[in-house]
């Protein structure tokens, strides 16, 4: 009996043990996170910030940092499998590690369209026929700007209704970004002459609700992580963790 005690004893601490490291990796492992998210935002305004005022300067720190980021995300995916490798974690735990993992697929993917922003606003400040920058455009990218605060905020504080408010947001920053389509159309239509320029305006307005997207994206794994439940654009339909 005492030698059956002494080994489930011995058993209880090593898991105990196991459970310590794993809340320490997982600890770790969501300070990056964040702090990816924190350097992923910063680039976004500076990129918003080089297309609404031509800062050609901003843009190219925006080309800068991209590859830290990519680096950055791919040092997470694989903290994220090691974790899952040497810890085999359930449940909450679990979700914590898949979490982890598509949120910094996201703020990989919102750092790419950073560049791509960047990138539109160093074209359009060197054209010869530039064009003042649509009001609408600026209040789409306040909007995807603001989407991406808080849905960071979101996922900082673990807010679940903060996140929702951003997944019912989406909605109206999809709209803003159909009126932009509908002017520069009539744009082009009206000066085919500048039908480049005009073009890049297109596709740095679909640019900026893709960051809206991921930032919604970013809304719903919140959710998940918080409280285990799958929420899809519209938030109308939910999915528990069992189904």
């Known amino acids: 009996m005492m030698t059956d005690l002494g080994a489930e004893l011995g058993n209880d601490g090593e898991r105990s043990c196991l459970n310590r490291h794993l809340v320490r990796d997982l600890e770790v492992l969501w300070g990056e996170v964040l702090k990816l998210s924190a350097v992923v935002e910063e680039s976004l305004r500076a990129s918003v910030q080089a297309l609404c005022a031509g ?28 974790i899952l490798a040497l ?12 979490s982890a993992m598509k949120i910094s697929n996201e703020l990989e993917r919102m750092g790419d369209l950073a560049n791509h922003i960047a990138r539109r606003a160093r074209k359009l400040a060197r054209r010869p026929d530039a064009v003042a920058l649509p009001p609408q455009m600026e ?28 997944i019912r947001s989406d909605r109206q920053v999809d709209y803003r970004r159909g009126l ?14 500048k039908v480049t320029t005009w073009l890049h305006l297109i596709n740095a307005a679909r640019n900026l609700e893709r960051v809206a997207d991921h930032a919604t994206n970013i809304a719903e794994t919140v959710v998940y992580l918080r409280e285990g439940t799958l929420v899809r654009r519209p938030d109308t339909k939910q999915i528990p963790e069992s189904a």
């Open 87 to 98: 810890h085999q974690p359930v449940a909450s735990d679990l979700r914590r590690v898949t």
């Open 55 to 82: 800062k050609i300067e901003l843009a190219e720190e925006v080309r800068a940092e991209e590859p830290t980021i990519d680096r950055w995300q791919v040092l997470i995916e694989h903290e994220c499998l090691r």
């Open 180 to 193: 932009i389509l509908k002017d520069l159309k009539a744009a082009i239509r009206r000066e085919p002459n």
């Open 139 to 166: 209040y789409l990218a306040v909007e995807a700007l603001g989407q991406v605060r808080d849905a960071l905020d979101a996922l900082s504080r673990a807010d679940a209704d903060l996140a929702r408010n951003v």
